[in-house]
């Protein structure tokens, strides 16, 4: 039994500094952004939809109860995207700003809101996070895609300057930390995410 802990723990910390690394990817973007002061056609989606998706594994975690790494990570995912949301905000065209706001009233908002009272008031705890847990599924494959967005650009401009390398390495390491961290839990949607 003390193995089995141990490499849950082991897995949980290394899920935790390469999502840590996932959430730092785009700091070059920005700081780009804030450099030229123009969001330059990038699209706020990803940040919007990881942010979604990171409240949804904090409420996961807090009705699973042993899930302290889950809470530790997206905490600080809550925080990060939400800086990269306000900064996109700030120096985006109009346009963009309304279709940002769209969509965090569409996700954040609504969806959460939707998602959290359909679940919440579940009388059977097993079911609430049964269902709980393959919309956070969902949504953690959704962020992985997300940044793939951008692949329509990056062929379109034959530039992979919009597709940040190290972004797709971070996302594929912290997919095996989390497969292997929800595999030792025997949490399938942990191991999926």
């Keep these: 039994m003390a193995l ?7 897995f949980g910390i290394l899920g935790n500094a390469v999502s840590f ?6 700091l070059p973007t920005f700081y780009q952004i ?3 002061k123009t969001s330059e056609g990038f699209q706020s989606i990803p940040y919007v939809v990881s ?10 975690a807090l009705l699973k109860k042993d899930a302290i790494f889950l809470i530790t990570i997206n905490t600080f995912c809550v925080f990060i995207q939400t800086f990269y949301i306000v900064t996109y905000f700030y120096y985006g065209p109009k346009k963009e700003k ?3 706001v769209k969509l965090m009233l569409l996700f954040n908002v609504f969806g959460f809101g939707v998602i959290f009272l359909a679940t919440y008031f579940l009388k059977n705890p097993s079911l609430r996070l049964l269902i709980l847990g393959y919309i956070c599924m ?13 692949v329509r ?3 379109k401009t034959k530039s992979v300057e919009y597709m940040p390398f190290t972004l797709s390495v971070f996302l594929t390491l912290g997919a095996v930390m989390w497969f292997f961290y929800g595999l030792c839990l025997k949490d399938m949607n942990v191991a999926v995410r």
């Design 51 to 60: 942010l979604f998706s990171a409240m949804l594994w904090i409420y996961y």
């Design 153 to 155: 650009k990056v062929i």
């Design 21 to 26: 690394m996932v959430s730092l990817a785009p």
């Design 34 to 36: 804030y450099k030229k």
């Design 138 to 150: 969902a949504f953690a494959l959704a962020v992985f895609v997300a940044p793939l967005a951008i």
């Design 4 to 10: 089995h802990l141990s490499w849950v723990f082991v």
């Design 98 to 100: 309304i279709v940002t």
